[in-house]
């Protein structure tokens, strides 16, 4: 599916169901920011929540931060 030089590694490689590690990998076939979603060109559907659905169907979960970290930050 990809036709970028130093291809990104299939969704089905151990490290890309951690959709922050692979992102800087792959890019972004077709963003709709206004529904909050973005394709991946390795066929990974990568949610604004921080979740993922592979092409196998799997689902990544979104993995939050709990809110007492978001208070420390501010």
Do not use: N
Request: aromatic share 2%; proline share 8%; net charge negative.
């Amino acid at each position: 599916m990809c036709s970028h030089r130093s291809s990104c590694p299939s969704a089905q490689s151990g490290t890309a169901h951690v959709v922050t590690a692979h992102v800087p990998a792959t890019h972004v076939v077709a963003a709709h920011p206004e529904q909050g979603w973005s394709l991946l060109c390795d066929g990974s559907i990568v949610f604004d929540d921080s979740g993922a659905l592979l092409p196998d169907g799997s689902v990544v979960a979104p993995h939050r931060v709990p809110a007492a970290r978001l208070a420390q930050a501010a």
